[in-house]
């Protein structure tokens, strides 16, 4: 029993809180990437409104993606695996019962420079979310596995 409890005292030092709660209703959250001065773990808005730019905003900061400069699109049940963002999953959220939906998007930045964000997007906005920066960029989304295609596609 105290084996138990200490395991458990420990993965709630170690685990960071973002790996614990998946994000609700209309909130996307940077997991992480390559935005500089923008915390991990930052709820916020997604907005696809503008042909142009995908933007994120949120109240520590933002940022746009402008959909002609996307290389590359994941979606899956993993945080990007192809851009080298440091992402750490966690062995709690590897075993937690939630399932969380990130997508993965690649992107050249103002200076041609390759960039890259992570998203944790809402339970039933990813297919409305992919089809919209597939269409504006021209970039197929490519998924990490059947699964994860058939959640988004039915």
């Known amino acids: 029993m105290k084996r138990w409890v200490a395991s458990i005292l420990i993965a709630a030092i170690f685990v ?3 790996a614990l709660a998946a ?13 500089v001065g923008l915390p991990e773990a930052t709820e916020g808005e997604l907005d696809t409104s503008d042909s142009k730019v995908l933007r994120f905003s949120s109240g520590k900061g933002s940022f746009e993606i402008p959909y002609e400069g996307v290389t590359s699109l994941e979606y899956g049940q993993k945080a990007g695996r ?12 590897l075993f937690s019962k939630k399932r969380k939906h990130f997508l993965t998007v690649g992107f050249k930045d103002a200076n041609d420079r390759p960039q890259g964000v992570v998203l944790e997007l809402p339970k039933g906005t990813p297919k409305s979310i992919i089809t919209v920066i597939e269409t504006r960029s021209g970039v197929k989304c490519e998924y990490e596995s059947e699964e994860a295609r058939k959640h988004v596609h039915g």
């Open 16 to 18: 960071p809180s973002f």
């Open 23 to 35: 994000v609700r209703g209309k909130e996307v959250m940077y997991v992480g990437g390559t935005v």
């Open 82 to 93: 192809r851009l080298g963002v440091a992402i750490a999953i966690t062995v709690w959220a």
